[in-house]
């Protein structure tokens, strides 16, 4: 677990940017928006302190977040304390399928984790995520650009990879720009029959 040693040390001395206790304005669409997804089973990969998976407990979902630093998961637990549809797992979200995950799920979200992993680790993540999805299910992801010169750990993305990493199970149904960083983006999937 050698990769969680950078934001270890972030979430000790409380410099964690990316958890701004604020559920981005692309997710409450998702869930309350014209076109909002039904409430069902939701998977928050990188969920960190919790944020969103208290989020989606409280419009309806069973959702379940999954993390790899135990600190953050220990702050996730706090929030989810009295949530009895809320659930937080520490695990590597590229074993998300090997975690025995009380699944299928009919979202899964990721909020900028994907983005930071391995390019060795970005194909067991996708294929965790279509063995866990329902068919129709929708993936929804947040993701930095490639090549960003102060990204921690990871290398970023492009929406080429993307559509090719995630094909095998997932359509591409949309991409939203991010408001930043430059090149960031919102990335939409939905679960394709069969296997994949």
């Avoid at 659930?87 to 900028?112: I, N, Q, S, W, Y």
Wanted: aromatic share 10%; with cysteine; net charge neutral.
């Amino acid at each position: 677990m050698r990769r969680t040693m950078p934001y270890e040390l972030l979430y000790r001395i409380g410099r964690t940017p990316w958890d701004t206790g604020v559920t981005p304005p692309e997710v409450v669409e998702l869930v309350e928006g014209e076109s909002a997804l039904p409430p069902g089973r939701a998977l928050d990969l990188g969920c960190g302190t919790g944020n969103e998976v208290v989020y989606l407990a409280r419009h309806g979902w069973t959702a379940t977040g999954v993390e790899l630093v135990q600190i953050a998961v220990d702050l996730a637990q706090n929030k989810i304390e009295g949530l009895p549809n809320a659930a937080v797992r520490r695990g590597d979200v590229t074993k998300v399928g090997e975690m025995g995950l009380d699944g299928p799920f009919d979202l899964v979200l990721d909020l900028g984790c994907f983005h930071s992993l391995p390019s060795e680790g970005r194909d067991a993540y996708a294929a965790g995520v279509g063995s866990l999805t329902v068919t129709g299910g929708v993936l929804f992801m947040f993701a930095f650009a490639a090549r960003l010169p102060w990204s921690l750990v990871g290398t970023g993305v492009t929406p080429g990879e993307m559509k090719e990493r995630f094909m095998p199970w997932f359509d591409p149904v949309g991409r939203i720009p991010g408001r930043r960083p430059r090149g960031a983006a919102w990335y939409r999937f939905r679960r394709r029959r069969g296997e994949g």
